[in-house]
């Protein structure tokens, strides 16, 4: 299969394996009550575990990223879906709170980070050209997990106990994730004898690992990161508890859920082609503004129908441009350190993430309401949408230093 071609196997491969891996992390939620009731585990201790595991995949996402850099994304991803699956097997036979919380948290989290940064830190190296479409395709496949895995979950604790449920899990993870790990190559300018002509035509192509770090560009990165994501956890995890407190019933308050994950894929197809056609960074900086006000509009609704409604437009925005920040990582930075690069912005991301569960329930138990949640959010967004604004590619071509210079 010619090179061309091969592209989007790699595509394929990296939304496969995102969907199964974060499916399987996001599967929790599906078997909270389950192994609370067989258990007598209180279901925030559970719960916590899902903490853990952001952060897991906080500190794995970037030295996993500096190892696909320095080995290849295939032994990495091979591997994180090898301790995925084991993790899973073994959370089945967990028989203590904390040690369910340390191999949920630590393992599969870390697993799971395994899987996200070398990809998209791949499938960037693959594609000079339809990048932001090919890099949200990737993130699509992973949007798909709630769709997919969880009902996954939902039909297996309906027939097995969660023990043998998780087990299912586990050898689905195996079966699946393995064989497909071994079809990741390389980008082929990695690969090239011609390395080195390659590198002068990089941006940044004299670097060192030190220096990227320590850029504005990749510190903007980071700040945006955490607080785009910061800007989006609370809706994400807070609202259906929100519509509920509204008067509507459990089963409608869930489907708002499901609203906010299909137009999620719209989005993060529509916001590739828009990368490509307009550029990461404008796209990216509008839909920070968007997102923002987005959040904000939760703040007004209460009928099922305007919780649909803001739930279509805020799932659009906030999954379309997750995947931009590769991207632009790409345009920036060399194609050598691109795992460690991506793999820091997702650390921030995940950083983000992890803080949008406790405010909400901060907020909620203090104020019993949740419209500050809300409004906070609004602000978040902003600051996103203000440091983005700030993002200035780096053209300079410093004097080339050897492919291996780490800093």
């Known amino acids: ?93 967990a028989t203590s709170l904390m040690e369910f919380q340390l191999i949920f948290g630590l393992v599969v989290g870390g697993a799971t980070a395994a899987i996200f940064a070398p990809m998209m830190a791949c499938v960037t190296g693959w594609f000079d050209t339809q990048r932001s479409l090919a890099v ?29 449920s998780l087990q299912i899990l586990a050898a689905l993870a195996a079966v699946v994730m393995i064989p497909v790990a071994l079809l990741v190559r390389r980008p082929p300018a990695l690969e090239s004898p011609n390395i080195v002509r390659a590198a002068h035509e990089e941006p940044q192509s004299g670097i060192t690992l030190g220096q990227a770090t320590r850029s504005p560009q990749f510190i903007i990165l980071l700040l945006t990161n955490f607080c785009c994501c910061a800007t989006h956890s609370g809706p994400i995890f807070h609202t259906v508890s929100y519509a509920i407190s509204c008067g509507i019933p459990l089963a409608a308050a869930v489907s708002i859920y499901s609203v906010e994950g299909l137009a999620g894929l719209g989005g993060r197809v529509a916001f590739g082609f828009l990368g490509d056609r307009f550029g990461a960074k ?100 902003v600051a996103a949408f203000l440091i983005a604004l700030t993002f200035r590619p780096n053209t300079a071509r410093p004097t080339f230093e050897p492919a291996g210079a780490t800093g």
């Not at 496969?16 to 201790?45: K, Y």
């Not at 897991?56 to 320095?70: E, K, P, Q, T, Y």
């Not at 993130?139 to 027939?159: E, W």
């Open 1 to 93: 299969m010619s090179r061309s071609h091969y592209r989007w196997v790699m595509v394929a491969a990296g939304g496969l394996l995102g969907c199964v891996a974060i499916g399987a992390m996001f599967s929790l939620p599906v078997f909270l009550r389950p192994i609370s009731r067989d258990t007598g585990w209180s279901i925030t201790g559970i719960s916590s575990a899902m903490t853990f595991g952001f952060l897991a995949m906080a500190v794995g996402s970037i030295v996993w990223g500096n190892l696909s850099d320095r080995f290849g994304p295939r032994l990495i991803v091979l591997i994180g879906s090898s301790v995925l699956a084991m993790a899973l097997a073994l959370l089945s036979r």
């Open 136 to 164: 949200s395709l990737v993130s699509a496949g992973m949007g798909v997990a709630p769709m997919t895995m969880s009902p996954l979950a939902a039909h297996l604790i309906s027939n097995h106990d969660w023990r043998t």
């Open 282 to 381: 404008r796209v990216l900086v509008s839909g920070l503004l968007l997102q923002a006000f987005g959040a904000l509009a939760y703040f007004f609704v209460r009928q099922l129908t305007e919780f649909y409604a803001v739930a279509a437009l805020f799932g659009f925005i906030y999954a379309g441009i997750m995947p931009l920040y590769a991207v632009l990582a790409r345009e920036n930075f060399p194609l050598r350190m691109m795992g460690t690069i991506i793999g820091g912005t997702a650390m921030a991301g995940s950083l983000g993430m992890a803080t949008g569960p406790l405010a909400g329930g901060l907020i909620y138990d203090r104020l019993a309401s949740y419209g500050w949640l809300y409004i906070g959010a609004w602000g978040i967004g």
